[in-house]
């Protein structure tokens, strides 16, 4: 049978948390939007006159569709060129989803996207449900088809993991911006000591760029390298204006509700990283420059106003 307009609208009133819920869960704006739109053909193939609550069935049938798609890009990021980091989402994008409680903002965060990289699938599923969106242990588990009892074992075992990696401490948006704003001050003064001040010591820095734009696979470790490479990265160069096609002008931002530096040549992301604040000073530096991953970021830019580059560089 075919939908009525008011099914369809049920739908699209779900859209917004479906697609939060994917983007948490795969990493990937694109392939979040993809999920949905399958769960989307999966409702418009039910008997949804006969589906006593729709958001329990189709969280259920969007989990398991992103479980599936969890397993099978393991095996594709096995092959992946370099190293793999989530697509970043700017500010406002409302694919970022609720923020109402540090725990939902700090979900989503890059630094807790990258470490849930670490986890299973299930652990994934069982970490974003309940850490972000607060579904009870009861409900969870007849998404995932397990005990309640499981689900909190799981819970339990995936926040350890993400709590045992994490450094990050919670900034405000203009704090955020002020931190990139000193940053880049820093990076821009030729010299690498002001740099080496802001960072931890055993501050990282890593980028990926998907093996269409030169990014390093393993990670710069310690304050001096970092400020060492970050230096290079900023520094004007013929070769980098070539690669990336023209002047890129650099903006302090935020993504993933972490400072960020937002790189733009000629209305075009080319490059985003996410920074990674902790008490001590910025303990990690993840950039994203694998085009694939930064045309959700283009789209978002062009949307807002965002004043004037702090310089320009490359």
């Not at 099978?72 to 609720?98: H, I, K, N, Q």
């Amino acid at each position: 049978m075919p939908l009525t307009v008011n099914d369809v609208e049920r739908f699209e009133a779900s859209r917004p948390r479906l697609e939060a819920i994917a983007y948490r869960l795969l990493g990937s704006a694109g392939e979040a939007e993809d999920a949905v739109q399958e769960a989307f053909l999966r409702w418009q193939a039910a008997d949804v006159d006969r589906i006593e609550v729709p958001e329990a069935w189709l969280t259920k049938v969007l989990t398991n569709l992103c479980l599936n798609q969890l397993t099978s890009a393991r095996a594709r990021r096995e092959t992946y060129v370099g190293a793999w980091l989530p697509e970043p989402l700017l500010a406002g994008d409302p694919m970022l989803g609720p923020a109402d409680t540090a725990e939902q903002r700090e979900s989503v965060s890059y630094a807790v996207l990258t470490l849930m990289e670490r986890l299973s699938p299930n652990e994934r599923a069982v970490y974003v449900l309940r850490e972000a969106f607060e579904y009870p242990h009861r409900e969870i588990a007849e998404i995932l088809d397990i005990t309640e009892a499981a689900s909190q074992q799981i819970f339990h075992r995936a926040k350890k993991h993400v709590v045992d990696g994490k450094v990050r401490t919670e900034v405000d948006e203009v704090a955020a911006r002020r931190i990139v704003e000193e940053f880049l001050a820093a990076a821009g003064s030729g010299r690498t000591e002001p740099l080496v001040r802001l960072l931890t010591e055993d501050a990282i820095a890593i980028g990926d760029g998907g093996g269409k734009v030169p990014a390093r696979a393993k990670a710069f470790e310690g304050a001096v390298a970092v400020a060492k490479f970050l230096w290079g990265l900023l520094k004007p160069s013929k070769a980098k204006r070539a690669m990336v096609g023209g002047v890129a002008e650099v903006y302090a931002w935020t993504a993933n509700g972490d400072p960020a530096v937002v790189a733009v040549v000629d209305g075009r992301v080319v490059g985003v990283m996410c920074l990674e604040v902790s008490a001590e000073g910025i303990a990690a530096f993840r950039s994203q420059v694998n085009p694939d991953k930064l045309e959700r970021a283009t789209g978002r830019w062009a949307a807002v106003d965002h004043g004037k580059p702090l310089f320009t560089a490359f």
